[in-house]
């Protein structure tokens, strides 16, 4: 019985293969089973009958499972050719290796690769197209393959049959079909671009790496030649800056002295233009010089403790001139609930404040300016404060505000006609600020008015008062002086000649027996050879200062507890500290007030003197003759003289500005005519004194430019000048907290313009003629000061010390007859040393004599 199957006979076969059965016959026949055969003799029909019924069954399934069979070899058939297709034309080649490393079998592509044909790969080594420098490489991965079983890959190189050399990446693995470990399967890739491509880019990478060596070498270069340059222009800016200044400095001072002469009003008049024209030049070249400084990072912040009412004060008192003659209303401040003291840089916070207050006056002609400050926020002793100056001037448009706060930048030639300026106010402060952490803004209305504000991070400062309180009325504590303690010894460490001829006057007055000294080791002679009840000591003299001579008489005998009071202007925790360590019982704040200290002698003073004025154990008698002043003249006309004379005084004091009235009518016992001599004696010797600061500090003389400014400081304060205490006290913070290679005539100008403008006007309100009784008493006293100025000048080998002669020539050459010639010849020549002691002469002749 036959199946037939039509999918399969419509496919072409090949040669006819004999069947199972055809095979199964064929050996039957061959053992020809005869005995079987028989018994199909003893089978009954139906028997046979279900046997051939078995027999075609089990044919059927045989040439059914024989032609599964065949299906299963023609579809094994396909995939051989399918692999061998896939094998043959393969992007990479492959190999099998025997364990000897011959090749067994290869693919078109590795016979390609190698340039070889196929057949003739068979029973090649494959080390023999590996190029012979890179075959330890092949058999190292040979070798860890066989111990590890572990796939190998690595890169050598090939050479082709014709010889030509091949990069391939060779990646081996053992033959899984084989127990036999020694046979493998390789893969060949061509890698031969990429490695060129590789080392290109690595020639590449060179180059550039080349290119950015010698880039940086060129760029190091330009930064050290950019970096020359800004040294070189600061280096130049420094030095044109002495260079115009000198001459500046001689304009402004020569015209201050001018503008105090008896002028016509069209001198006056001319002068005054000069003095503007002179300042404004002033302030272009401190405003470029602050950018350049800025710019090159060379402006270090200070920290130090300020009270913010000085801050504000300073800003109104310096713009306030300007905003009066405008026709302003009185500039307003408002401190809001910011602290009264901070600790920051009150300097450059001032100059910030000036740059806004300035542009106010400047763009406002009506209405008023008013200063403000607000605390944002507050964290701990961490303060954010916000500073505004709020103007009702000309205003801003909004598509002009983005160009503010840039550097030389003007909103349009028209207003720099008008109103003049760099542009560079507002790029200053914005950089101040950003150094101070803070911002800066403006809200603007044109024709309204505007606020420029900036925040800035401060922190919590430390102030103290004065040590005494007034603890009695008015009066009272010189009462209680002349009652228990007249004719009590007191010694006065002074060197500042009108702080000096004042506390005298007042300690006299409540019947004290005074004595002097102009410094520390005056002090320790007198101290060696007299007893006192109390010492006064100043805290900065010259030779030797208050502390020195403090612990130098604390070491004599007797003296470990003898009080000793200092006199100081500093009256914060620091001075007090280093008066108690130094073994000072207390301290006295400058300006002296007669009642803080009739009190403070009080309070030290021994409770149980003997009245040694009133009783027989006077000592030194002669001396406390010239001392006390009798007070047996009761001749009416004098008194009345002097009546008068006090009241012209007092009218010459009145115009004075920014005199504290009732503190001058408090001291020198209310005599006022003695107050206007001491005034006069005081525009003397103080009248040139920012020229010699401003020279001192060009010439690198640091110490002098603070010793002046330091005692100019201590004169005002003492005669009432609040005003002008005020500036020089902020000009010795300045010098005081900067370091003496940072401290330029620039940074100060502003101190010391104002000190100057308060110089004149008290000069201008005081009598044109001192008064004739102590006239050549002030001369002696200029000129005594004077020489011994110029003799320390001189020792330093100082030039400030040719314009000090120059400006009392006449008087010394009265004073020093036919030696002024040869002094004169020798400071104009330079010659120092020899001029130096030519006046150690002088001065030791005029002692003797």
């Known amino acids: 019985m036959a199946i037939k199957n039509n999918k399969v006979s419509n496919q072409s076969s090949p040669v006819p293969v004999p069947t199972l059965r055809q095979q199964a016959e064929a050996l039957v026949l061959q053992e020809k089973p005869t005995a079987s055969m028989d018994i199909l003799d003893d089978l009954s029909p139906e028997a046979i009958r279900n046997m051939l019924h078995e027999l075609c069954v089990h044919q059927i399934e045989l040439e059914m499972q024989n032609e599964e069979l065949r299906q299963a070899q023609l579809l094994i058939g396909d995939a051989r050719a399918r692999y061998f297709d896939l094998y043959d034309l393969a992007p990479v080649g492959y190999c099998t290796l025997d364990e000897q490393g011959l090749i067994l079998e290869a693919n078109l592509k590795a ?51 014709d010889g030509t050399q091949i990069w391939a990446q060779l990646a081996e693995a053992s033959a899984q079909e084989t127990e036999n470990k020694g046979f493998c399967r390789i893969v060949l890739s061509d890698i031969t671009e990429r490695k060129k491509n590789e080392v290109e880019l690595d020639q590449h990478r060179h180059h550039l790496e080349q290119l950015v060596f010698s880039r940086t070498a060129e760029l190091a270069k330009a930064k050290e030649a950019a970096e020359t340059a800004n040294r070189a222009k600061s280096t130049f800016l420094t030095n044109i800056s002495h260079e115009i200044r000198t001459p500046m400095t001689a304009i402004i001072s020569l015209t201050y002295l001018l503008r105090r002469s008896k002028l016509i009003p069209e001198q006056a008049e001319k002068l005054s233009k000069i003095d503007t024209a ?18 090159a990072g060379k402006l270090e912040l200070e920290n130090t403790d300020f009270q913010l009412t000085d801050i504000l004060d300073n800003v109104r008192l310096i713009i306030d001139e300007s905003a009066r003659n405008k026709g302003l209303l009185p500039i307003q401040i408002d401190n809001g609930t910011v602290p009264l003291w901070l600790r920051g840089d009150p300097m450059r916070l001032r100059q910030a404040l000036l740059n806004y207050a300035g542009n106010a006056v400047k763009f406002t002609d009506k209405g008023l300016i008013t200063l403000r400050s607000k605390l944002l926020e507050e964290n701990g002793d961490e303060l954010l404060v916000r500073f505004e100056v709020i103007d009702t001037g000309i205003g801003i448009s909004p598509e002009n505000i983005p160009r503010l706060f840039q550097p030389f930048e003007q909103l349009s030639t028209s207003s720099t006609d008008k109103y003049g300026g760099t542009g560079l106010g507002l790029a200053i402060t914005r950089r101040l600020v950003e150094l101070m952490g803070g911002e800066v803004g403006v809200n603007s209305t044109p024709n309204i008015g505007s606020t420029f504000w900036f925040t800035t991070r401060l922190q919590r400062g430390q102030g103290i008062m004065p040590n005494v309180s007034r603890i009695m009325n008015p009066g009272e504590a010189e009462a209680q002086l002349r009652l228990n303690h007249e004719g009590a010894r007191l010694l006065l460490a ?26 520390g080791l005056e002090v320790i002679k007198k101290t060696q050879i007299n007893s006192y009840d109390l010492i006064l000591m100043d805290m900065q003299m010259p030779n030797m200062d208050g502390i020195d001579a403090t612990l130098a008489i604390r070491a004599l005998s007797g003296w470990e507890s003898i009080p000793i009071i200092a006199l100081t202007a500093n009256a914060f925790a620091e001075s007090r500290r280093t008066c108690t360590e130094v073994g000072m019982n207390d301290f006295i704040t400058k300006p002296i007030d007669p009642e803080i200290l009739y009190t403070t002698l009080l309070k030290w003073l021994p409770q149980k003197m003997k009245n040694t004025f009133k009783g027989i154990n006077i000592k030194h008698t002669k001396a406390l003759a010239k001392l006390i002043p009798s007070k047996t003249a009761t001749d009416l006309t004098v008194a009345n003289t002097q009546e008068k004379s006090n009241e012209i005084a007092l009218a010459y004091m009145a115009k004075i500005p920014g005199l504290n009235m009732p503190y001058c009518q408090s001291i020198l016992g209310g005599n006022a005519e003695r107050y206007l001599e001491l005034l006069a004696l005081f525009i003397d010797l103080h009248a040139n004194d920012m020229i010699l600061v401003a020279t001192s500090l060009d010439n690198g003389n640091y110490k002098e430019s603070k010793h002046l400014v330091h005692s100019l400081k201590g004169s005002a304060a003492t005669l009432g000048l609040d005003h002008l205490a005020k500036i020089v006290t902020h000009l010795e913070a300045r010098l005081e907290a900067s370091e003496y290679k940072t401290v330029k005539n620039d940074d100060i100008h502003l101190e010391m313009n104002a000190i100057n403008l308060e110089l004149m006007a008290i000069s201008s309100a005081l009598p044109s003629t001192p008064t004739p009784a102590n006239n050549a008493h002030s001369e002696q006293v200029t000129l005594r000061i004077a020489l011994k100025k110029l003799n320390t000048l001189l020792a330093e080998s100082d030039t400030a010390a040719i314009p000090l002669f120059d400006n009392y020539s006449e008087s010394l050459r009265s004073t020093l007859g036919l030696a002024y010639e040869e002094l004169a010849r020798q400071i104009k020549d330079f010659e120092f040393e020899k001029a130096h002691k030519t006046l150690q002469t002088l001065l030791h002749q005029n002692t003797d004599t």
């Open 111 to 161: 016979a390609t690769l190698l340039g070889v044909d196929r057949h003739m790969l068979t029973r090649q080594p494959l080390a023999h197209f590996i190029f012979k420098a890179d075959q330890d490489i092949f058999y190292l991965h040979r070798k860890q393959l066989s111990q590890t079983g572990e796939p190998q890959s690595c890169e050598l190189r090939m050479v082709k049959h």
């Open 278 to 295: 002179a300042h404004h030049l002033l302030a272009i070249i401190n405003n470029i010089l602050d950018i350049s400084k800025i710019e």
């Open 494 to 519: 002074e060197d500042n000649n009108i702080n000096r001829e004042i506390i005298v006057a007042l300690l006299r007055s409540a019947g004290m027996v005074v004595e002097s000294a102009a410094d």
